[in-house]
């Protein structure tokens, strides 16, 4: 997207931003020092190649694979389809620190060798659910620059297919005050106090989904259940499809009622002047909603008020029993609202959208973004990146502004926006979600396999999409998550060879090459060229 730089940081607001600040704070935040300033950064060219593709001056490392054990007696492994990453660092010493990684999904092929023929197995079943769901690891950086998962710390952990995890406030869903298991893990949110926000995005794929006549009478729907767990065991679908803390020193997990029920692809804290938090999330599917959830206590997320987006009124709706009259006429309680999340925004009014994904607060205007990956049955296959301002900058007003940021697409130069991450300079990183299925073939011919790319927000580049990455076949990045110096990006490169119909055809071979079958991995991004961007 070739605009002016004036144009750029008049439309994001930082053209005034940026004025309120001293001149040398200006300076770096436009350039950085004169290094930074000489470096060019080269992008890396579009590509099919089976592998992962960095621009020039960058480098990367394998952090851990599917698979591979995270303690001494490797009764643990890490999950499968890793997504959403957080590193927590200790308070003395950054180069320590708590990892979390979000287990969104898995390859039945490589998990259980079920072949997507006929009917899955009470063996198979069991063998796949200990690879959803997270990963809580304790990395370091050595004395060589290099992180490793410190494999004998007791803190490291597993939340899976078989974990107890209970509702907030002892409620009660579907007759039980405790879930089994987390799974769909798509992205999250890390809580001012250091726990993890990790979200049940795709959850219907599992055990199926519920559906609620006139009468409110409950039946469940196998259909959308690609993994068939409901042929092991029959688990309530009211049980998944929450946003869940996690504690990453106790393992401790909880689920939270008051956020609703959907398929949460994240969930973005900011936190009030008063400690109270203000959270964000959007529910990934077509013709969905954009939800604000606003805090009650201090420190806390056990009760608040959930609020979906009308964008055509620039206004938040109220989803409180208390507050909706014709809410009221179709749920006995607030639980059954939450519940039944969808039902009651669609009620209430809110703004269908084009599968929201992530959010995230610009660090220098506070402008809230949220990535609208595409809707295809619409006949929007690019997507675009949705920029909404708080009335008055308060993040508890009841209206906002909301206006396109940037529309995917062959000018833009990306397409099926993902996650982002702001870095230490304000400047925004944005991975791409184009369906496996779908690379290589009209209208995404031009995009090759999925990437990373690096947008400046500042500068004479400002406004621009470079391509900093290439996934491997199949595969998409996700999870982009910095290092505490903002030197090295985490990342996490998510189901290469998915499309693979055998053992004996895989459609990727990353990350080991040869013949070897493909393993979704964590990766740390860094080298020359994040050196003199982050300069």
Not at 493 to 516: I, L
Request: hydrophobic share 35%.
């Amino acid at each position: 997207m070739d605009i002016s730089r004036r144009r750029f940081l008049s439309f994001m607001g930082r053209g005034a931003a940026l004025a309120t600040l001293a001149p040398s704070a200006v300076l770096a935040a436009c350039s950085g020092n004169a290094e930074a300033a000489a470096f060019q950064l080269k992008p890396v060219s579009p590509s099919l190649e089976d592998d992962l593709q960095l621009a020039e001056g960058f480098t990367y490392q394998n952090l851990i694979s599917r698979g591979m054990p995270i303690n001494e007696d490797g009764s643990l492994t890490f999950g499968d389809n890793n997504d959403y990453l957080a590193l927590i660092p200790d308070a003395d010493d950054p180069n320590k620190g708590m990892l979390w990684v979000n287990h969104e999904a898995l390859t039945p092929l490589l998990i259980s060798g079920f072949d997507y023929q006929g009917e899955k197995t009470k063996a198979q079943i069991e063998a796949e659910m200990p690879y959803v769901g997270g990963s809580i690891l304790r990395v370091e950086k050595n004395s060589d620059g290099q992180w490793t998962v410190i494999k004998g710390d007791p803190r490291n952990k597993r939340l899976d297919g078989w974990s107890e995890i209970p509702f907030t406030g002892n409620t009660s869903i579907a007759g039980s005050t405790t879930a089994i298991g987390t799974f769909g893990n798509c992205a999250g949110g890390v809580t001012p106090w250091g726990n993890i926000l990790t979200c049940e995005e795709n959850t219907r794929d599992y055990y199926g989904d519920v559906i609620f006549d006139d009468s409110g009478n409950r039946s469940i729907d196998h259909e959308p259940a690609f993994y068939q767990w409901f042929r092991h065991t029959q688990r309530p679908p009211e049980h998944y499809g929450w946003v869940v803390e996690v504690n990453l020193q106790t393992g401790e997990a909880e689920k939270h009622v008051s956020m609703g029920r959907f398929a949460h692809e994240c969930a973005t804290v900011k936190e009030l002047d008063d400690k109270r938090c203000v959270v964000y999330t959007g529910d990934d599917d077509e013709d969905e909603h954009l939800y604000k959830f606003i805090g009650d206590t201090p420190g806390s997320l056990h009760t608040g008020k959930l609020y979906v987006a009308n964008l055509e009124k620039g206004a938040w709706v109220s989803l409180m029993l208390e507050d909706q009259p014709v809410l009221r006429e179709h749920f006995k309680d607030q639980v059954e609202v939450m519940v039944r999340c969808r039902e009651a925004a669609k009620l209430v009014g809110a703004t269908p959208l084009d599968r929201p994904e992530d959010i995230e607060i610009d660090p220098v205007t506070g402008a809230v973004l949220v990535t609208l990956t595409n809707n295809k049955p619409k006949g929007n296959y690019h997507g675009s990146i949705l920029r909404l301002v708080e009335e008055d900058g308060n993040y508890e007003s009841m209206a906002f502004s909301a206006e396109t940021f940037l529309a995917g697409g062959e000018e833009s130069g990306f397409s099926c926006p993902d996650n982002m991450a702001f870095d230490s300079k304000g400047n925004l990183w944005l991975t791409c979600d184009i369906s496996g299925g779908s690379i290589g073939e009209a209208p995404y011919q031009s995009f090759g396999n999925n990437g990373l790319y690096y947008i400046p927000m500042s500068g004479p580049d400002a406004g621009k999409v470079i391509q900093i990455a290439s996934a491997p076949n199949n595969a998409e990045f996700t999870g982009p998550y910095f290092s505490p110096d903002g030197k090295e990006l985490f990342l996490s490169v998510q189901h290469p060879g998915e499309k693979s119909k055998s053992k004996d055809e895989f459609t990727s071979h990353w990350p080991e090459g040869g013949s070897a079958e493909p393993k979704s991995s964590v990766v740390v991004i860094g080298g020359p060229a994040m050196e003199a961007l982050m300069a």
